[in-house]
T-cell receptor, first 115, second 110 residues
């Protein structure tokens, strides 16, 4: 297993355009998380899935953001009508169990630049 | 969410031990203490976690105070590759979500 994979690694888009990112978790990990990280800050939680069910969304996740995890495998994060403030690193993580003493495995992230 | 407090930055010399402190005075009895680190241009990487007892693994040791209001991550021999931002995180619930603070930026000097 090669770990958590995120694509693309970099995305430059014009303000107002829609973008979609993909995350492939480690196989058989039923928990999948999305985080956003801006320069100089720690990652901020956005949302998470257990299998295909989206169980929690942060208030940071505005109506322009939507995440899916069809069939409980890969996940997509879509941002509609991008704004310059959406420029950030978007990180995906997966974990094998729904327990508080479980480690999370992160991908390398997708860096979004909105111009 | 319970809060952790860490120094903004620390320096160490290569091949010397490093002790990274974390205060978490509002920790509850079921919170686990996790440490992650983030190297430049990488996603965070799990380091270690514990509940009450001190823990050791191949990367580091975690020393937890008896009252659990503080903990220390110990890197036994720092290398240049250990230069990273180290995050101390409490996990109060079974959601598994991580609430990151600012972390400690560790510089390792040759």
């Amino acid at each position: 297993d090669t770990g958590v994979s995120q694509n693309p690694r970099h995305k430059i888009t014009k303000r107002g355009q829609n973008v979609t990112f993909r995350c492939d978790p480690i196989s058989e990990h039923n928990r999948l998380y999305w985080y956003r990280q801006t320069l100089g800050q720690g990652p901020e939680f956005l949302t998470y899935f257990q299998n295909e069910a989206q169980l929690e969304k942060s208030r940071l996740l505005s109506d322009r953001f939507s995440a899916e995890r069809p069939k409980g495998s890969f996940s997509t994060l879509e941002i509609q009508r991008t704004e310059q403030g959406d420029s950030a690193m978007y990180l995906c993580a997966s974990s094998p169990r729904a327990e508080r003493n479980t480690e999370a495995f992160f991908g390398q992230g997708t860096r979004l630049t909105v111009v | 969410d319970a809060k952790t407090t860490q120094p903004n930055s620390m320096e160490s010399n290569e091949e010397e031990p490093v002790h990274l402190p974390c205060n978490h005075s509002t920790i509850s009895g079921t919170d686990y203490i996790h440490w992650y680190r983030q190297l430049p241009s990488q996603g965070p990487e799990y380091v270690i976690h514990g509940l009450t007892s001190n823990v050791n693994n191949r990367m580091a040791s975690l020393a937890i105070a008896e009252d659990r209001k503080s903990s220390t991550l110990i890197l036994h021999r720092a290398t240049l590759r250990d230069a990273a931002v180290y995050y101390c995180i409490l996990t109060p619930s079974n959601t598994g979500k991580l609430i990151f603070g600012q972390g400690t930026t560790l510089q390792v000097k040759p």
